[in-house]
């Protein structure tokens, strides 16, 4: 059984499942203000869960330091 994730934006729900090889990450332009490690909490554990993650797309968004601090730390720990 795949178990499946949904990642809430403001926008849209991005739903993912486990086996899915995910290569990209992108949630351009939905016009969200991330400022803490809370607000980016479901895509940093997305890229720890997805060590296929080549390319990420934050731009049009808001992302402040501590929210730019935890997706640093997140693609560090992804190892791709």
Not at 22 to 40: A, F, M
Not at 52 to 72: D, M, Q, R, Y
Request: charged content about 30%; proline content about 1%; overall charge negative.
């Amino acid at each position: 059984a795949q178990t499946e994730e949904v990642i809430r934006t403001q926008t849209e729900d991005i739903k993912v499942t486990e086996s899915e090889n995910i290569e990209k990450l992108c949630i351009s332009n939905q016009k969200l203000k991330l400022n803490s490690e809370e607000d980016v909490a479901e895509f940093t554990k997305l890229l720890i869960a997805h060590p296929e993650i080549k390319i990420v797309a934050f731009n049009g968004n808001t992302i402040g330091v501590e929210a730019a601090t935890a997706l640093a730390n997140a693609l560090k720990d992804n190892n791709s």
